[in-house]
């Protein structure tokens, strides 16, 4: 499973080198096996660094065994729930190992969520312990909690909030298979706004941060900037994992600024840089020059959410370097696609499918789309899910016979292999009998200079019609911008040399900030609601109590 690269960002097709057969038999069953390895062999190398915290392997591996035997005696058992609310710390990563070693459920829940979001997990979960780390900022439910030491004291960080044990938590069966063993329970909310809890395997996990880190050629003296959040599938299995997979360091940040990444380029020598698109275009508007930043990057990637062709070209053209991008689902652990390193592409493709996973394009009959045709894209994997926890309904709903996971995404596909997402499945808005992709719309809109970010929803009306509802958020930090291109005109203008009349929006609605999850993610859900309600004339009300910005959560 841990193979040393002998060279660092080689640029040649490594994906033949990968034996998918031998590789998953290699898999350890837990994911504890990884800091385990590195601290037999490297262990002084550092592993994580947090703040002033700097931890080596050896240390790491101390503070998850320390952790695992005061989990056991705080009454967590196998098949236990333990649920962790934070922000990205070494404490985090400690007691994700922790609980795979005593065969418990880790639950990583953002401490930005509200009350109410926290415990509505806490309750489907039916969490044994809830721990809240110290540096993940005040929170409503830490009332009941008390402070236990966890960590050697020499790890200069020991302390975590402990709520109280809940006796009526069952515990779930333990397999000894890692593909059977739930490694982590990762609630995720999709496009209804009700969570569903993923239940990933280790297998899932280990498979992705296998296969992950041999396709960015990490090497041990990678550093990766850990900045998307452990409580979110791609911060924990591409990045948290995948780094530590590969002996490499892991430097933590519990959220996302411009100016502390630009710090951290230039003071930590950093060369990987994972992150969503909105994270780019942050860091772009904060940049004023318009030559490459110095660094020692080797490796960008976006994921997440959708590219933009023009912000892919723009970083790139500050890093100095391609953008690579990908494609995944929490479902999926995440990544199911994503660009090489020896290939990368100038449009905004999603890239080849990994190393060991098998897509198809469905029709609407669930036969095979014409080739070249845009289809329902279907999943078949080590990496897929195991189900949704207490939702066996909606597992059955999602899952197709032969163990396809229907992503409810449309994709099409080039000859040459390359996915391209088009759109999703139940986001298709149908206007006087035209199918309408929200995605194509957004694409359009994003590209404007005075966007910062749109989503676009159908709102039905009396005729059964749908219409096209574009929601907008402005790049408020760029007065110029505003002054030539804010206007509501000047962006349905600009809509309208690009797209069909039955493509643009009847309706373009501005706010101060679009609605969004912990992880950054967009809630379509709640713009429904308010273009179904017609709230225009209300919005900026309604949203106000909900507004978040995206990069400071993620």
């Not at 430097?251 to 951290?264: E, H, I, N, V």
């Not at 062709?309 to 100095?320: C, F, T, W």
Request: aromatic share 6%.
């Amino acid at each position: 499973m841990f193979k040393d690269q002998q060279t660092r960002g080689n640029m040649i097709n490594i994906d033949s080198s990968i034996d998918i057969p031998s590789l998953l038999s290699g898999l350890p069953e837990r994911l504890c096996a990884i800091p385990r390895h590195w601290a037999a062999r490297t262990p002084d190398a550092v592993a994580l660094c947090d703040g002033a915290l700097r931890w080596t392997y050896a240390q790491l591996s101390a503070g998850v065994d320390a952790a695992a035997q005061t989990l056991q005696e705080l009454g967590v058992r196998p098949g236990d729930r333990l649920m962790v609310v934070g922000e990205n710390c070494a404490a985090q990563v400690a007691l994700t190992f922790a609980a795979a070693a005593i065969d418990a459920w880790i639950v990583h829940v953002n401490s930005r969520l509200s009350n109410l979001e926290v415990d509505a997990i806490k309750r489907h979960s039916g969490a044994r312990r809830v721990l809240y780390t110290v540096a993940g900022g005040p929170h409503g439910a830490r009332s009941n909690a008390t402070p236990v030491p966890f960590f050697p004291p020499d790890a200069m960080w020991s302390d975590l909030l402990v709520g109280p044990l809940n006796d009526a938590c069952v515990a779930e069966p333990v397999a000894t298979s890692n593909a059977l063993q739930v490694a982590a329970l990762i609630y995720t909310t999709g496009t209804t706004g009700s969570p569903k809890g993923v239940m990933l395997s280790h297998r899932n996990l280990l498979f992705i941060a296998a296969v992950s880190s041999t396709l960015r050629g990490l090497h041990s003296d990678d550093r990766a900037y850990g900045v998307l959040p452990i409580s979110h599938v791609y911060g924990l299995a591409s990045v948290m994992l995948g780094t530590l997979h590969a002996g490499a360091c892991l430097y933590l940040a519990p959220r996302f600024s411009p100016d502390t990444l630009l710090a951290s380029l230039q003071n930590d020598s950093l060369t990987i840089l994972q992150g969503v698109p909105a994270m780019y275009a942050r860091l772009r508007d904060a940049t004023a020059s318009s030559a490459p930043l110095a660094s020692k990057l080797r490796f960008i990637y976006a994921g997440g959410s959708p590219l933009d062709p023009g912000l892919k070209s723009a970083i790139e053209q500050l890093m100095g370097l391609p953008l690579h991008n990908g494609y995944g689902m929490t479902e999926s652990a995440p990544t199911i696609s994503q660009t090489r390193l020896h290939a990368p592409r100038t449009d905004t493709s999603v890239g080849l499918t990994i190393p060991g996973v098998e897509v198809r394009l469905a029709d609407q009959n669930g036969g095979a789309a014409q080739p070249g045709a845009a289809g329902e894209l279907w999943v078949r994997g080590p990496n897929v899910m195991l189900g949704y926890y207490r939702a066996p309904d909606l597992t059955t709903a999602t899952m197709r016979d032969g163990n396809w996971l229907n992503t409810g995404d449309i994709a099409r596909q080039d000859p040459d292999g390359a996915l391209f997402i088009v759109g999703r499945t139940k986001e298709i808005i149908i206007r006087s009998g035209f199918k309408v992709y929200p995605l194509e719309i957004e694409t359009v809109l994003n590209a404007h200079p005075a966007v910062l970010q749109c989503a676009v929803v159908g709102r039905l009306g009396a005729d059964g019609n749908e219409e096209v509802i574009a929601f907008v958020e402005l790049d408020r930090g760029n007065s110029v911008k505003l002054r030539i291109n804010a206007s509501v005109a000047e962006l349905q203008a600009h809509l309208a040399l690009a797209l069909a009349p039955y493509k643009c929006p009847s309706e373009l609605i501005v706010l101060d900030a679009l609605p969004a999850a912990a992880t950054g993610k967009i809630l379509k859900h709640r713009l429904r609601q308010l273009a179904q309600q017609g709230c225009a004339d209300i919005q900026t009300e309604i949203l106000t109590e909900m507004q978040t910005e995206i990069l400071t959560k993620a």
